[in-house]
């Protein structure tokens, strides 16, 4: 079966990801930075999403330059890089960001709107969101993984 962890890292640490020190869940002030860790066992295809605290749903990339979602198993993979120049930096308001991640092995067939995709984040929405998962559910399980992290955003 393939296994997926997911995790979220709070605070402006660029330390090397060998690793996942993260947790499934965090607490972040707005204005303090946070990024995604993940570890899959055995080479596949990420398909990640952000539901912000404003209802508002984005896609992740695993490189800020191209849409490609294949994660090299064995590794910890850490979105931003932790050698970028980019870093989530969370906006507000208050509430609970959710980080939701699926892991294949085979890319995902959905055709994702086209549109701004602007480094690590591209809009997204609640109907290609459904499409992924209802792709997703139709795979073996042994196929498949997901997992969710969320973000405590709290006022500063």
Known sequence: ?????????????????????GKHSVSCRIGESWSVL??????????????????????????????DSFAARGIAHAIPRADGEFWFKEGGPAGTESIIAFATREPMSVHFASGAHSGYLARSSDDELSAVRAEFMQLAAEHRAEDQCDIAVEDK
């Open 38 to 67: 993940f570890h899959v066992d055995d080479n596949c295809y990420m398909t990640l999403f952000c539901r912000g605290t404003t209802g508002s749903l984005y896609r992740l990339f695993l490189h800020p330059d191209s849409r």
């Open 1 to 21: 079966n393939l296994a997926l962890k997911l995790a979220v890292r709070g605070g402006d640490t660029r330390d090397p990801t060998v690793e996942l020190p």
